[in-house]
């Protein structure tokens, strides 16, 4: 006969899901596949798309309220033209936001006059940002923030010859540059950088027009960020070879005297008034 053992299960236990497996796949109900955002996303709490009392339709349109950028206008006539929705069901959903605390418009008078409504969306009702405690001194005011340093412009050509002349003629070719186009404003001392670039185009024997419509010719379609730094480039990687020396000027002939007749021998000579040939001006100076 056997002996029974009394440290033995009477049975096997089965495994419910839900209790001794709580990620186990369920036999009713949804079945979530998600997949973890990285970008374009936007964090909603439970207490707002599980809420008990709120309409779906409120809870849709709070949950797009939270998704858009600041600023978007969320009135009901812009609503009722994104979603199919009437605007008097838009506006019964958005008196529901409000009635909870998810939502708040109040109108206020901007600086021209004019009467607006803004709408303040809170993503959690009931939470307010703690106040600062303050002292009794007075608080100090903030330093004034150091502009960022200014970026240094690219090295432009120099000429081999300056002078006050040239170099006003280039800072006024450089000046009617926003007349051709207004991307090409430059700050005076842009100007004042640049002018040597153009005064080493001028000694090249290129003209004030010329310079103007090489700088300003077959601009990019994208907006200048430094201006002043596009030009350098230009006037850097477009400079034009130095023109070839110009040839010595012929020398000037000497003046054709008319003929005159000798008056000591009658021999025809070349000069520039009448009187002795050459040979007879030496025999009257031996004589003498």
């Not at 979530?32 to 207490?47: A, C, K, L, P, Q």
């Not at 185009?201 to 700088?215: F, N, Q, T, Y």
């Not at 110009?246 to 003929?259: L, Q, S």
């Amino acid at each position: 006969m056997d002996i029974e053992n009394p440290s033995a299960p009477s049975r096997a236990q089965s495994r419910i899901p839900g209790k001794n497996h709580p990620h186990a796949r369920p036999h009713s109900g949804v079945v979530h596949d998600n997949v973890r955002h990285t970008e374009s996303f936007t964090v909603v709490g439970n207490h707002l798309v599980q809420h008990e009392e709120l309409s779906l339709l409120a809870i849709g349109l709070a949950c797009y309220i939270q998704s858009v950028r600041q600023g978007t206008a969320v009135d009901i006539k812009t609503l009722a033209r994104r979603f199919p929705e009437g605007p008097t069901r838009i506006a019964a959903a958005l008196r529901e936001l409000e009635a909870h605390g998810y939502l708040s418009r109040v109108q206020e008078r901007t600086p021209a006059g004019h009467v607006v409504t803004r709408t303040v969306s809170r993503n959690r009702p009931g939470h307010r940002t703690a106040p600062t405690e303050t002292s009794g001194r007075p608080a100090r005011r903030p330093a004034p923030d150091k502009p960022p340093p200014r970026k240094r412009l690219p090295a432009v050509p120099q000429p081999g010859y300056t002078s006050p002349a040239l170099l006003q003629a280039a800072v006024d070719v450089l000046a009617g540059l926003r007349r051709r186009d207004p991307r090409l404003l430059l700050s005076a001392t842009d100007a004042e950088h640049l002018a040597p670039g153009v005064a080493a185009w001028l000694e090249r024997d290129v003209s004030l027009g010329a310079v103007s419509r090489a700088l300003a010719a077959n601009l990019p379609l994208e907006p200048l960020i430094r201006p002043a730094a596009f030009l350098a480039h230009r006037l850097t990687a477009q400079l034009p070879p130095l023109p070839p020396p110009r040839p010595p000027a012929p020398p000037v002939p000497e003046p054709r005297h008319p003929f005159q007749t000798c008056d000591g021998c009658t021999r025809v000579f070349r000069a520039p008034a009448p009187g002795r040939c050459r040979d007879c001006r030496a025999d009257l100076q031996e004589t003498v």
